[in-house]
């Protein structure tokens, strides 16, 4: 998927269109995410989309869920959903900062190899 350490590092143009791709697929996966908690939200504690979109982007968030669960279904999708949505945030953040990492470090290795 990336220049290998042979070739010089992409232009500024390509590596921006990387770097937006990478912020898409980010979003995409959050929004899927969401999706799910607000869907679980609602079939599980028939709750509106509007409170099942605050319960489930506060957990996507780290925070908690605001309305505590009363059902036993909805006690047990929330706490699924809670440590999805942690590895949700690690993913996301890889997703995010892969592009960057790899540039440093295929410039500093670029650079190593020119000498």
Aim: charged content about 15%; proline content about 7%; aromatic content about 14%.
């Amino acid at each position: 998927m990336y220049e290998p350490k042979a070739h010089p590092p992409l232009p500024r143009h390509l590596f921006v269109r990387r770097v937006l791709l990478h912020i898409a697929a980010a979003l995409a996966l959050l929004l899927f995410s969401l999706m799910i908690g607000m869907a679980g939200y609602m079939y599980f504690e028939q709750l509106p989309w509007r409170d099942a979109f605050v319960n489930s982007a506060m957990l996507m968030g780290g925070m908690g869920p605001v309305d505590a669960p009363l059902t036993d279904g909805g006690k047990v999708f929330a706490g699924l959903y809670a440590l999805y949505a942690g590895l949700v945030f690690i993913v996301a953040a890889s997703l995010l900062f892969a592009p960057i990492v790899h540039r440093v470090m295929h410039k500093f290795h670029w650079e190593q190899d020119k000498k």
